[in-house]
Protein backbone atom coordinates (compact mmCIF):
# COMPACT_ATOMS: atom_id res chain seq x y z
CA UNK A 1 0.00 0.00 0.00
CA UNK A 2 1.64 3.61 -0.86
CA UNK A 3 1.56 5.15 2.46
CA UNK A 4 2.38 8.64 0.86
CA UNK A 5 -0.40 8.76 -1.85
CA UNK A 6 -1.20 12.39 -2.27
CA UNK A 7 -4.90 13.85 -0.67
CA UNK A 8 -5.36 17.41 -2.39
CA UNK A 9 -5.30 20.09 0.75
CA UNK A 10 -8.92 21.29 0.32
CA UNK A 11 -10.20 17.69 0.35
CA UNK A 12 -12.56 17.57 3.55
CA UNK A 13 -11.19 14.95 6.07
CA UNK A 14 -13.12 12.66 8.15
CA UNK A 15 -10.24 12.82 10.89
CA UNK A 16 -11.10 9.35 12.18
CA UNK A 17 -7.60 8.17 12.62
CA UNK A 18 -8.65 4.81 14.17
CA UNK A 19 -10.63 3.78 10.51
CA UNK A 20 -7.64 5.38 9.14
CA UNK A 21 -5.08 2.63 10.91
CA UNK A 22 -7.74 0.38 10.28
CA UNK A 23 -7.75 1.02 6.43
CA UNK A 24 -4.08 1.35 6.38
CA UNK A 25 -3.50 -2.07 7.72
CA UNK A 26 -5.90 -3.79 5.85
CA UNK A 27 -4.62 -2.68 2.72
CA UNK A 28 -0.96 -3.38 3.59
CA UNK A 29 -2.17 -7.11 5.25
CA UNK A 30 -4.15 -7.65 1.86
CA UNK A 31 -1.61 -6.53 -0.82
CA UNK A 32 -3.57 -3.59 -2.45
CA UNK A 33 -1.81 -0.44 -2.78
CA UNK A 34 -3.64 3.03 -4.45
CA UNK A 35 -1.85 4.46 -7.96
CA UNK A 36 -2.72 7.57 -10.22
CA UNK A 37 -3.96 10.88 -7.96
CA UNK A 38 -6.49 12.41 -6.88
CA UNK A 39 -7.40 16.01 -8.92
CA UNK A 40 -7.14 19.20 -6.71
CA UNK A 41 -10.78 20.00 -7.39
CA UNK A 42 -13.36 20.83 -4.86
CA UNK A 43 -15.95 18.96 -6.91
CA UNK A 44 -15.51 15.99 -8.52
CA UNK A 45 -17.64 12.14 -9.67
CA UNK A 46 -15.42 9.40 -8.97
CA UNK A 47 -16.91 7.12 -11.21
CA UNK A 48 -15.66 2.73 -10.20
CA UNK A 49 -15.59 -0.33 -12.72
CA UNK A 50 -16.02 -2.55 -13.34
CA UNK A 51 -18.44 -3.64 -10.84
CA UNK A 52 -18.25 -7.35 -10.21
CA UNK A 53 -17.67 -8.64 -7.18
CA UNK A 54 -19.46 -7.82 -3.16
CA UNK A 55 -15.26 -7.38 -2.40
CA UNK A 56 -15.50 -4.23 -4.43
CA UNK A 57 -17.24 -2.88 -1.62
CA UNK A 58 -14.59 -3.77 0.61
CA UNK A 59 -11.87 -2.98 -0.90
CA UNK A 60 -14.38 0.66 -1.42
CA UNK A 61 -14.12 0.68 2.18
CA UNK A 62 -10.48 -0.11 2.88
CA UNK A 63 -9.40 2.88 0.22
CA UNK A 64 -12.24 5.41 2.19
CA UNK A 65 -10.45 4.43 5.74
CA UNK A 66 -7.38 4.62 4.01
CA UNK A 67 -7.80 8.13 2.42
CA UNK A 68 -9.23 10.09 5.07
CA UNK A 69 -11.79 11.77 2.90
CA UNK A 70 -15.41 12.71 3.29
CA UNK A 71 -17.69 11.63 -0.15
CA UNK A 72 -21.21 10.43 -1.11
CA UNK A 73 -21.71 7.38 -2.52
CA UNK A 74 -24.77 5.33 -4.11
CA UNK A 75 -25.63 2.13 -3.14
CA UNK A 76 -28.71 -0.24 -3.95
CA UNK A 77 -31.42 0.70 -1.17
CA UNK A 78 -32.17 -2.77 -0.17
CA UNK A 79 -28.40 -2.62 1.88
CA UNK A 80 -29.79 0.26 3.70
CA UNK A 81 -31.57 -1.53 6.73
CA UNK A 82 -31.22 -1.81 10.17
CA UNK A 83 -27.86 -1.25 11.96
CA UNK A 84 -25.96 -2.08 8.52
CA UNK A 85 -27.96 0.58 6.89
CA UNK A 86 -27.24 3.00 9.65
CA UNK A 87 -23.24 2.24 9.40
CA UNK A 88 -23.59 3.19 5.74
CA UNK A 89 -25.78 6.35 5.89
CA UNK A 90 -22.79 7.29 8.66
CA UNK A 91 -20.23 6.85 5.96
CA UNK A 92 -21.99 8.96 3.47
CA UNK A 93 -24.21 6.06 1.41
CA UNK A 94 -27.18 7.28 -0.27
CA UNK A 95 -29.64 4.66 -1.19
CA UNK A 96 -30.75 4.26 -4.54
CA UNK A 97 -34.26 2.37 -5.53
CA UNK A 98 -33.12 2.07 -9.62
CA UNK A 99 -36.28 0.18 -10.14
CA UNK A 100 -38.38 3.56 -9.75
CA UNK A 101 -38.77 6.22 -11.79
CA UNK A 102 -37.26 9.36 -9.90
CA UNK A 103 -35.15 12.72 -9.52
CA UNK A 104 -32.36 10.84 -8.08
CA UNK A 105 -29.91 12.50 -10.76
CA UNK A 106 -31.89 15.95 -10.08
CA UNK A 107 -31.76 15.82 -6.67
CA UNK A 108 -27.59 14.67 -6.36
CA UNK A 109 -27.16 17.82 -8.96
CA UNK A 110 -29.02 19.90 -6.92
CA UNK A 111 -26.56 19.22 -3.42
CA UNK A 112 -23.71 19.80 -5.78
CA UNK A 113 -25.06 23.03 -6.72
CA UNK A 114 -25.51 23.67 -2.84
CA UNK A 115 -21.80 22.25 -1.49
CA UNK A 116 -18.94 24.06 -1.93
CA UNK A 117 -17.14 20.98 -1.96
CA UNK A 118 -18.28 17.46 -2.68
CA UNK A 119 -17.18 14.31 -3.66
CA UNK A 120 -19.40 11.49 -5.13
CA UNK A 121 -18.61 7.75 -5.41
CA UNK A 122 -20.75 5.82 -7.88
CA UNK A 123 -20.74 2.43 -10.23
CA UNK A 124 -21.53 3.64 -13.57
CA UNK A 125 -23.24 -0.07 -14.19
CA UNK A 126 -24.93 -0.13 -11.09
CA UNK A 127 -24.71 -4.24 -10.33
CA UNK A 128 -22.68 -6.89 -10.50
CA UNK A 129 -24.21 -8.68 -13.48
CA UNK A 130 -22.89 -9.10 -16.64
CA UNK A 131 -24.28 -6.47 -18.26
CA UNK A 132 -23.52 -5.07 -21.56
CA UNK A 133 -22.36 -1.64 -20.43
CA UNK A 134 -23.10 1.65 -17.95
CA UNK A 135 -26.02 3.25 -16.94
CA UNK A 136 -26.43 7.15 -17.80
CA UNK A 137 -27.36 8.27 -14.76
CA UNK A 138 -23.77 9.80 -13.79
CA UNK A 139 -22.60 11.46 -17.16
CA UNK A 140 -25.95 12.94 -16.21
CA UNK A 141 -24.96 14.26 -12.97
CA UNK A 142 -21.78 15.35 -14.07
CA UNK A 143 -22.67 17.32 -17.30
CA UNK A 144 -25.87 18.69 -15.08
CA UNK A 145 -23.52 20.02 -12.32
CA UNK A 146 -20.86 20.87 -14.07
CA UNK A 147 -18.24 18.85 -12.40
CA UNK A 148 -15.35 16.39 -13.98
CA UNK A 149 -15.12 12.64 -13.46
CA UNK A 150 -12.39 11.47 -11.98
CA UNK A 151 -12.32 7.28 -13.88
CA UNK A 152 -11.22 4.99 -11.32
CA UNK A 153 -11.18 1.02 -11.04
CA UNK A 154 -10.61 -1.71 -9.04
CA UNK A 155 -7.80 -3.61 -10.69
CA UNK A 156 -8.06 -7.43 -8.88
CA UNK A 157 -4.80 -8.73 -11.23
CA UNK A 158 -2.58 -6.27 -9.26
CA UNK A 159 -4.48 -5.19 -6.76
CA UNK A 160 -4.38 -1.71 -7.28
CA UNK A 161 -7.04 0.96 -6.78
CA UNK A 162 -6.56 3.17 -9.45
CA UNK A 163 -7.50 6.79 -10.16
CA UNK A 164 -7.53 7.16 -13.67
CA UNK A 165 -7.89 10.37 -16.17
CA UNK A 166 -10.19 13.08 -15.54
CA UNK A 167 -12.84 13.03 -18.17
CA UNK A 168 -15.33 16.15 -18.83
CA UNK A 169 -18.38 14.77 -20.48
CA UNK A 170 -19.06 16.79 -23.86
CA UNK A 171 -22.91 16.37 -23.71
CA UNK A 172 -22.57 14.04 -26.47
CA UNK A 173 -23.68 10.85 -24.23
CA UNK A 174 -22.67 7.88 -26.55
CA UNK A 175 -19.35 9.40 -27.17
CA UNK A 176 -18.86 9.99 -24.06
CA UNK A 177 -20.30 6.39 -23.03
CA UNK A 178 -18.03 5.13 -26.14
CA UNK A 179 -14.79 6.66 -24.40
CA UNK A 180 -15.23 5.56 -21.38
CA UNK A 181 -16.08 1.66 -22.08
CA UNK A 182 -12.80 1.80 -24.03
CA UNK A 183 -10.63 2.86 -20.61
CA UNK A 184 -12.17 0.40 -18.68
CA UNK A 185 -12.27 -2.53 -21.32
CA UNK A 186 -8.94 -3.81 -20.27
CA UNK A 187 -9.32 -3.58 -16.72
CA UNK A 188 -9.82 -6.75 -14.78
CA UNK A 189 -12.10 -6.68 -11.68
CA UNK A 190 -12.25 -10.03 -9.73
CA UNK A 191 -14.58 -11.48 -12.95
CA UNK A 192 -14.21 -10.19 -16.23
CA UNK A 193 -17.81 -8.70 -17.22
CA UNK A 194 -19.66 -9.03 -20.46
CA UNK A 195 -18.80 -5.51 -22.00
CA UNK A 196 -15.88 -6.27 -21.60
CA UNK A 197 -15.43 -9.65 -23.78
CA UNK A 198 -18.06 -7.86 -26.83
Do not use: C
Not at 63 to 76: A, Q
Not at 82 to 100: E, H, I, M, N, Q
Not at 154 to 171: C, M, Q, Y
Request: proline residues 7%; aromatic residues 12%; glycine residues 10%.
Amino acid sequence: MNSNFPVPAQYVRRNAPVANFIGRTMMRLSGWRLVGELPDLPKIVIAVAPHTSNWDFVIGVMTLFTLDINLNFIGKHTLFRGWFGRWLRSLGGVPADRTKAHGLVGEVIDAFNTNDRMILALSPEGTRTLSKGFKTGFLHIARGANVPIVLAYFDFPNRTVGFGPVFTPTGDVERDMKTILNFYRPIRGRYVKQWQKD
